[in-house]
Antibody, heavy 122, light 107 residues
């Protein structure tokens, strides 16, 4: 059974950057990709972008282009999401989810990390 | 930007059939996926590619598609089915989009 374990709670000031990690286990990391999805308090799910752990291809949501960077470390089966220039409305729970390995982010997300709360406050 | 439209809320009595719709112009050309999210929990994949039920998901959950609308049907809804439900699909450029979510109340 696949599992994704994310890094812990983050508290950041406006203008700062945050990095969230997502360590995969129980499946062949490079056969899949990882999408990042966030959920603001009391709100719905918002897709941020996707990275292929197979070949490093990325596709970022238009809202986040220029502000987000997604990477993977195949040696440790870990995906990373960097978000810069944080604002208060970036306060949310950030999830990683296992998705398609190549060809783009459209497909099922069958394993999800536990979520990482990122709070942006002065 | 592309949107998937879901009703904000649906309410049924236990044992009744709950129907949750998701509408979007690209749905005739893009598969839809359905997730259940209970309070404090991570999303759970219910349905893939419009109609394929995930392993371990009760048979009362079914997905269907017709034109620009996909539908999640819960036949004989149970109190434990109370949750938020989200559809997921993509626009014509393959940017993933989630619907706004539907809160299902069973009482």
């Amino acid at each position: 059974q696949g599992q994704l374990v994310q890094s812990g709670v983050e508290v950041k000031k406006p203008g700062a950057s945050v990095t969230v990690s997502c360590k995969a286990s129980g499946y062949t990391f490079t056969n899949y990709g990882v999408s990042w999805v966030r959920q603001a308090p009391g709100q719905g799910l918002e897709w941020m972008g996707w990275i292929s752990a197979y070949n490093g291809d990325t596709k970022y949501g238009q809202k986040f282009q220029g502000r987000v960077t997604m990477t993977t470390d195949r040696s440790t089966s870990t995906a990373y999401m960097d978000l810069k220039s944080l604002m208060s409305d970036d306060t949310a729970v950030y999830y990683c989810a296992r998705g398609p390995g190549e060809g783009g982010p459209t497909g099922r997300y069958d394993y999800w990390g536990q979520g990482t709360l990122v709070t942006v406050s002065s | 930007s592309y949107e998937l439209i879901q009703p904000p809320s649906v309410s049924v009595s236990p044992g009744q059939t709950a129907t949750i719709t998701c509408s979007g112009d690209a749905l005739p050309n893009q598969y839809a996926y359905w997730y259940q999210q209970k309070p404090g929990q991570v999303p759970l994949l219910l349905i893939s590619k419009d109609t394929e039920r995930s392993s371990g998901i009760p048979e009362r959950f079914t997905g269907s598609s017709s034109g620009t609308t996909v539908t999640l049907t819960i036949s004989g809804a149970q109190p434990e089915d109370e949750a938020d439900y989200y559809c997921q699909s993509a626009d014509i450029s393959n940017y993933v989009v989630f619907g706004g979510g539907t809160k299902l109340t069973v009482l």
